[in-house]
């Protein structure tokens, strides 16, 4: 019975894995996503759920076709300094 029932579930994965991917021939291909600019920091979020935004944390990061960078300041908000 068991084996019968693994062959079964079996059966039904294959099944829609190939109705799933069926045959795309025929469809226009979608472009790539594409990741390229500049984003920024706007908050960041504890795990206490505190909200923390600019001055105490600013970050930019920047997507080129060839390179990355990130930049990210931080300040100490448990302390009076800065």
């Known amino acids: ?3 019968t ?3 079964l579930y079996f059966s039904i994965i294959v099944i829609l894995s190939i109705l799933t991917v069926g045959d795309n021939s025929n469809s226009q291909q979608m472009p790539k996503p594409s990741i390229v600019g500049t984003y920024k920091l706007e908050a960041r979020v504890l795990p206490n759920r505190q909200v923390i935004r600019a001055p105490d944390v600013m970050g930019m990061l920047t997507f080129t076709k060839d390179y990355r960078n990130f930049n990210l300041k931080l300040c100490d908000i448990s302390s009076n300094g800065g």
Do not use: A, D, E, G
């Open 1 to 3: 019975m068991n084996t």
């Open 5 to 7: 029932k693994y062959f």
